[in-house]
């Protein structure tokens, strides 16, 4: 059996606290965390499936979710569609539509039968995609997806590094992983594939594994030795070290028979249990764990506001024994004034320059991407000056047009995903100096003299922080800037502020996402009509031209309409987030003030009950946090 | 203050020391504790009958779960089931992973949900639930009791089944267990305190199913005391009678709280999964995947 696993930790930590709270009269402590939890317990981990046609991709998912027939492997009939397969209590298919070009509105998902999957699914039944396909629903009560996962199946192209770039930027950007499928027949892997791999691996994700299927077409020498041939090439072209390359060789057909058989000896060599290993016990658990993480470390937020809560009422009583409440109500009674005149005079004016740094920045931003995606620009302007310059013949360019639209498209995702990713991270910066100033001087009023301390090591540690690349930044800095910013009930609420702020930053790629859903838009080749060749060519160039432009228009607009989105949620949750957190901390000393009356009238035996239950509250407290804090950073060794 | 308050249930000093007063509880003969029952919750005898030897060094969780497969009427062998864990990524050549123990029952159609603790532990017990727990073996057999945890503190390497809790020695609670791990591990009984030790190791976590096995009800002893509302054998009134007699006020009003509750899992069980999407949440996923 393995260790404690963080998210059996974590939620038992979850059992544990809500149980203190509910003792201590504060049953809704929780509630603002259910979301993290519910992203926990879904543990959605997004696996994507790429690969050239033929390599026997779809018969791989198949097997390795046990369920012969569900996606269509006929090999005559070329699959043209993306399918998402998820977890469901029966088995069914669901077509999903692009959105409408006119009204932007999608139609409703089409139940279908499994026997009219290829009039929407194959070149055949859907030529050029007619029915404007977005992608195909399958659900199936496969246990292996029960914890989340979900497949992407994108669809096998020849000539896969041009023509499915599309589809790699539309999906690889959010991918928890990527499986890339090789087989064992064919051939070895090609320049082709070697491309796709570099541009994948340098631009888009670094978490790509692969499999090698069909390997009991081949033998198992064979399958071997283009496993080690396969394994070179991507070595040296991708420059990972050989040995780290997450490598697996498969062959569904063993699997199909073991399955029907029950047979452990085939399933053993169907090369199956390696890979299903992985995927549940390395790329699922890794994702529960930084989920894990992510929710210990707001339980850890709520725990300390908890222990600090239950040591002020402690302190209140004790004080009661010994005759110092009044001392003590003047201390609340003076951060009352000082809290009540900083929500007068500095807050509104904290909230003003935030709102005034913000509208900055995101007027920046829409500046940006008007002028980057100008129908009228330079990007337009000089792709069809290369193409004019270029010795293409009026056919060639015709025939060349969706590619060329294509790689335009391509540009515009190049662009819009870094410009969502520096967005994140100013806006992710100017947040977190807002609050570091609010509760900053929100601490000169409170009656914990620690609380300064920290906000001013906060403000230290705040200056070192930055942010990799390639991590979502609601995994990273916003956590730690809480982290540090725990000074007291006050720290904690200002700093819940900030979670809930940048929860409604996108994660740039699923923009990215968004506009590479346009592609819907692009249209083939371009018919001719003049005879005269340089006319033909311009005339054709002027087609191109417009369809570039009105590309760009739809790319800039969906660009536009959510970067508003993002700024229209955020503008507003802050003024809101801020007040609902001042609210709390007003009454939080509200209800200090309440209980230094209450206390006046106990006698000295209720004072001695009390402060012995609230002890023992705080030390259960205690061992919560202990659990937290091992669950976000996990010790190394358990020997001491 | 014990590091993990769940320890001092049933040896807090401040509580044991009123046991005496709390033995006349017992006197409460309109509900016939002894006569029926002698302090037993759960059904040992009956489940040990179901008891298996694990083939493997790896598959304590496997055997563990076809005891209770068995018990409630599906006739399954290890080999299958060894078949059914590998083949979905559940079982390895290190063992099942924790949050995977229980899905060979759901896939056999046998629900289950997780708990924490000893009273919720004794609660699912009390329904004559099935519950599979994960512990430090070692520990648990006595081998280096005093250096354990401060060796391997998370040191869960072993999962069995809980069949019952005896009660009938106040100051000596035992716990029975079906354990895979030797041919004559059906019914054995370790004190509560050793066993609390080793399934601290796992942070007191178990696995119960859903409901009882079919052939329960009709148990001479428990099936005699049976309570059709509140699906539990023996009324509420018995357990908090029973904790009363055993453990004292505090476990008394844990035990209420906790019947009021049905029981503490509720703040375990998950509020989300793949099971429960309504068919909106559904749609919203399949377009941001």
């Given at each position: 059996?393995?260790?404690?696993?963080?998210?059996?930790?974590?939620?038992?930590?979850?059992?544990?606290?809500?149980?203190?709270?509910?003792?201590?009269?504060?049953?809704?402590?929780?509630?603002?965390?259910?979301?993290?939890?519910?992203?926990?317990?879904?543990?959605?981990?997004?696996?994507?499936?790429?690969?050239?046609?033929?390599?026997?991709?779809?018969?791989?998912?198949?097997?390795?979710?046990?369920?012969?027939?569900?996606?269509?492997?006929?090999?005559?009939?070329?699959?043209?569609?993306?399918?998402?397969?998820?977890?469901?209590?029966?088995?069914?298919?669901?077509?999903?539509?692009?959105?409408?070009?006119?009204?932007?509105?999608?139609?409703?998902?089409?139940?279908?039968?499994?026997?009219?999957?290829?009039?929407?699914?194959?070149?055949?039944?859907?030529?050029?995609?007619?029915?404007?396909?977005?992608?195909?629903?399958?659900?199936?009560?496969?246990?292996?997806?029960?914890?989340?996962?979900?497949?992407?199946?994108?669809?096998?192209?020849?000539?896969?590094?041009?023509?499915?770039?599309?589809?790699?930027?539309?999906?690889?950007?959010?991918?928890?992983?990527?499986?890339?499928?090789?087989?064992?027949?064919?051939?070895?892997?090609?320049?082709?594939?070697?491309?796709?791999?570099?541009?994948?691996?340098?631009?888009?994700?670094?978490?790509?594994?692969?499999?090698?299927?069909?390997?009991?077409?081949?033998?198992?020498?064979?399958?071997?030795?283009?496993?080690?041939?396969?394994?070179?090439?991507?070595?040296?072209?991708?420059?990972?070290?050989?040995?780290?390359?997450?490598?697996?060789?498969?062959?569904?057909?063993?699997?199909?028979?073991?399955?029907?058989?029950?047979?452990?000896?085939?399933?053993?060599?169907?090369?199956?249990?390696?890979?299903?290993?992985?995927?549940?016990?390395?790329?699922?658990?890794?994702?529960?764990?930084?989920?894990?993480?992510?929710?210990?470390?707001?339980?850890?937020?709520?725990?300390?506001?908890?222990?600090?809560?239950?040591?002020?009422?402690?302190?209140?009583?004790?004080?009661?024994?010994?005759?110092?409440?009044?001392?003590?109500?003047?201390?609340?009674?003076?951060?009352?004034?000082?809290?009540?005149?900083?929500?007068?005079?500095?807050?509104?004016?904290?909230?003003?320059?935030?709102?005034?740094?913000?509208?900055?920045?995101?007027?920046?931003?829409?500046?940006?991407?008007?002028?980057?995606?100008?129908?009228?620009?330079?990007?337009?302007?000089?792709?069809?000056?290369?193409?004019?310059?270029?010795?293409?013949?009026?056919?060639?360019?015709?025939?060349?047009?969706?590619?060329?639209?294509?790689?335009?498209?391509?540009?515009?995702?190049?662009?819009?995903?870094?410009?969502?990713?520096?967005?994140n991270k100013s806006a992710t910066k100017i947040i977190e100096a807002?609050?570091?100033?609010?509760?900053?001087?929100?601490?000169?009023?409170?009656?914990?003299?620690?609380?300064?301390?920290?906000?001013?090591?906060?403000?230290?540690?705040?200056?070192?922080?930055?942010?990799?690349?390639?991590?979502?930044?609601?995994?990273?800095?916003?956590?730690?800037?809480?982290?540090?910013?725990?000074?007291?009930?006050?720290?904690?609420?200002?700093?819940?502020?900030?979670?809930?702020?940048?929860?409604?930053?996108?994660?740039?790629?699923?923009?990215?996402?968004?506009?590479?859903?346009?592609?819907?838009?692009?249209?083939?080749?371009?018919?001719?009509?003049?005879?005269?060749?340089?006319?033909?060519?311009?005339?054709?160039?002027?087609?191109?031209?417009?369809?570039?432009?009105?590309?760009?228009?739809?790319?800039?607009?969906?660009?536009?309409?959510?970067?508003?989105?993002?700024?229209?949620?955020?503008?507003?949750?802050?003024?809101?987030?801020?007040?609902?957190?001042?609210?709390?901390?007003?009454?939080?000393?509200?209800?200090?003030?309440?209980?230094?009356?209450?206390?006046?009238?106990?006698?000295?035996?209720?004072?001695?009950?009390?402060?012995?239950?609230?002890?023992?509250?705080?030390?259960?407290?205690?061992?919560?946090?202990?659990?937290?804090?091992?669950?976000?950073?996990?010790?190394?060794?358990?020997?001491? | 203050?014990?590091?993990?308050?769940?320890?001092?249930?049933?040896?807090?000093?401040?509580?044991?020391?009123?046991?005496?007063?709390?033995?006349?509880?017992?006197?409460?003969?309109?509900?016939?504790?002894?006569?029926?029952?002698?302090?037993?919750?759960?059904?040992?005898?009956?489940?040990?009958?179901?008891?298996?030897?694990?083939?493997?060094?790896?598959?304590?969780?496997?055997?563990?779960?076809?005891?209770?497969?068995?018990?409630?009427?599906?006739?399954?062998?290890?080999?299958?089931?060894?078949?059914?864990?590998?083949?979905?990524?559940?079982?390895?050549?290190?063992?099942?992973?924790?949050?995977?123990?229980?899905?060979?029952?759901?896939?056999?159609?046998?629900?289950?949900?997780?708990?924490?603790?000893?009273?919720?532990?004794?609660?699912?017990?009390?329904?004559?639930?099935?519950?599979?727990?994960?512990?430090?073996?070692?520990?648990?057999?006595?081998?280096?009791?005093?250096?354990?945890?401060?060796?391997?503190?998370?040191?869960a390497d072993h999962a069995l089944v809980v069949t019952g809790v005896?009660?009938?020695?106040?100051?000596?609670?035992?716990?029975?267990?079906?354990?895979?791990?030797?041919?004559?591990?059906?019914?054995?009984?370790?004190?509560?305190?050793?066993?609390?030790?080793?399934?601290?190791?796992?942070?007191?976590?178990?696995?119960?199913?859903?409901?009882?096995?079919?052939?329960?009800?009709?148990?001479?002893?428990?099936?005699?005391?049976?309570?059709?509302?509140?699906?539990?054998?023996?009324?509420?009134?018995?357990?908090?009678?029973?904790?009363?007699?055993?453990?004292?006020?505090?476990?008394?009003?844990?035990?209420?709280?906790?019947?009021?509750?049905?029981?503490?899992?509720?703040?375990?069980?998950?509020?989300?999964?793949?099971?429960?999407?309504?068919?909106?949440?559904?749609?919203?996923?399949?377009?941001?995947?």
């Amino acid at each position: 059996m393995d260790k404690m696993d963080p998210k059996v930790s974590v939620i038992s930590a979850w059992a544990e606290l809500a149980a203190i709270a509910k003792t201590s009269g504060k049953p809704d402590l929780l509630a603002r965390f259910q979301p993290a939890r519910e992203r926990l317990e879904l543990g959605l981990f997004r696996l994507v499936v790429m690969g050239e046609i033929k390599k026997g991709k779809s018969s791989f998912i198949n097997a390795l979710l046990g369920f012969p027939g569900l996606l269509p492997v006929d090999s005559d009939i070329a699959t043209s569609t993306v399918f998402k397969v998820m977890y469901g209590k029966e088995k069914a298919f669901r077509v999903f539509f692009r959105p409408d070009a006119e009204s932007g509105k999608r139609p409703t998902p089409l139940l279908i039968n499994p026997e009219n999957l290829n009039e929407y699914g194959t070149e055949g039944g859907n030529p050029e995609n007619i029915k404007n396909v977005d992608f195909i629903g399958v659900e199936v009560p496969c246990p292996l997806l029960a914890n989340g996962l979900v497949l992407v199946d994108t669809p096998g192209v020849g000539g896969l590094y041009k023509a499915h770039r599309d589809i790699t930027w539309a999906y690889a950007p959010n991918a928890d992983g990527l499986l890339f499928v090789l087989d064992s027949v064919e051939t070895v892997i090609s320049q082709d594939e070697i491309s796709f791999l570099k541009e994948l691996t340098s631009k888009i994700t670094k978490k790509v594994f692969f499999v090698q299927t069909k390997s009991d077409a081949a033998g198992s020498e064979q399958s071997k030795a283009w496993q080690d041939r396969n394994l070179d090439v991507l070595s040296k072209e991708l420059g990972l070290p050989r040995d780290r390359i997450p490598y697996f060789t498969v062959s569904s057909k063993l699997k199909g028979v073991a399955d029907k058989r029950n047979s452990l000896k085939h399933l053993t060599e169907s090369g199956f249990p390696a890979i299903q290993g992985f995927i549940q016990n390395q790329l699922v658990k890794e994702k529960q764990k930084l989920l894990s993480q992510s929710l210990g470390r707001q339980l850890l937020a709520g725990a300390h506001s908890l222990r600090d809560d239950i040591a002020e009422r402690r302190k209140i009583i004790v004080a009661a024994q010994q005759s110092g409440l009044e001392a003590i109500r003047k201390q609340y009674e003076d951060a009352r004034s000082a809290f009540d005149k900083w929500s007068r005079v500095e807050c509104p004016s904290e909230v003003k320059s935030f709102n005034q740094s913000f509208g900055d920045l995101k007027r920046g931003t829409l500046n940006k991407i008007v002028d980057e995606l100008d129908p009228e620009g330079p990007m337009i302007i000089s792709a069809i000056r290369n193409i004019r310059a270029s010795e293409l013949s009026p056919e060639q360019i015709s025939e060349k047009a969706r590619e060329i639209q294509n790689d335009s498209l391509v540009s515009i995702c190049e662009f819009v995903n870094s410009t969502h990713q520096q967005f994140n991270k100013s806006a992710t910066k100017i947040i977190e100096a807002a609050i570091a100033r609010i509760g900053n001087g929100l601490a000169k009023t409170s009656i914990n003299p620690e609380s300064e301390f920290s906000i001013q090591q906060t403000q230290e540690q705040l200056k070192g922080i930055h942010l990799p690349d390639d991590l979502p930044t609601h995994f990273s800095t916003l956590d730690r800037t809480r982290d540090i910013l725990m000074g007291g009930t006050l720290g904690y609420s200002i700093a819940t502020t900030g979670i809930i702020l940048t929860s409604a930053l996108f994660p740039p790629l699923a923009a990215v996402a968004g506009i590479a859903s346009i592609l819907g838009i692009v249209v083939g080749a371009i018919k001719q009509s003049s005879d005269s060749s340089v006319r033909k060519k311009e005339e054709i160039l002027a087609k191109l031209k417009g369809l570039l432009q009105s590309l760009m228009r739809k790319a800039q607009k969906a660009a536009r309409d959510q970067l508003e989105t993002i700024c229209t949620k955020l503008e507003r949750s802050t003024e809101q987030e801020i007040q609902t957190a001042m609210g709390a901390y007003r009454s939080h000393l509200e209800a200090k003030m309440q209980e230094i009356s209450a206390a006046k009238n106990k006698t000295a035996a209720e004072c001695k009950a009390d402060v012995d239950s609230l002890a023992i509250q705080e030390s259960k407290i205690t061992a919560v946090l202990a659990k937290l804090n091992s669950i976000i950073k996990p010790a190394g060794a358990t020997a001491p | 203050m014990t590091e993990n308050w769940l320890d001092g249930f049933f040896h807090d000093p401040a509580v044991d020391g009123h046991s005496d007063h709390f033995l006349l509880a017992q006197d409460d003969s309109s509900h016939g504790i002894h006569a029926i029952h002698h302090g037993m919750i759960g059904t040992p005898e009956v489940d040990s009958q179901f008891h298996q030897h694990q083939e493997t060094p790896f598959t304590c969780a496997v055997a563990s779960q076809r005891m209770i497969l068995n018990q409630f009427g599906i006739p399954v062998s290890e080999s299958q089931l060894v078949y059914e864990a590998t083949s979905h990524g559940w079982l390895s050549s290190t063992g099942t992973s924790t949050d995977a123990m229980g899905n060979l029952l759901s896939l056999h159609g046998i629900p289950t949900h997780s708990g924490q603790g000893i009273e919720s532990l004794i609660h699912e017990l009390s329904q004559g639930h099935k519950i599979i727990v994960g512990l430090d073996s070692e520990e648990l057999n006595g081998i280096a009791p005093v250096f354990e945890d401060w060796i391997h503190p998370n040191g869960a390497d072993h999962a069995l089944v809980v069949t019952g809790v005896d009660l009938s020695d106040p100051n000596h609670p035992m716990v029975l267990l079906n354990d895979p791990a030797v041919p004559d591990g059906a019914c054995k009984a370790f004190p509560m305190e050793q066993f609390l030790g080793a399934w601290n190791d796992n942070h007191c976590r178990f696995i119960a199913t859903d409901d009882s096995p079919p052939n329960l009800i009709s148990d001479p002893v428990l099936g005699h005391g049976f309570d059709s509302e509140s699906k539990m054998y023996m009324d509420n009134q018995f357990w908090s009678n029973l904790a009363l007699m055993v453990v004292g006020t505090v476990a008394k009003a844990a035990v209420e709280s906790m019947l009021s509750a049905g029981g503490d899992h509720q703040d375990l069980a998950p509020a989300v999964s793949m099971e429960t999407l309504t068919p909106e949440q559904r749609e919203m996923l399949y377009y941001n995947i």
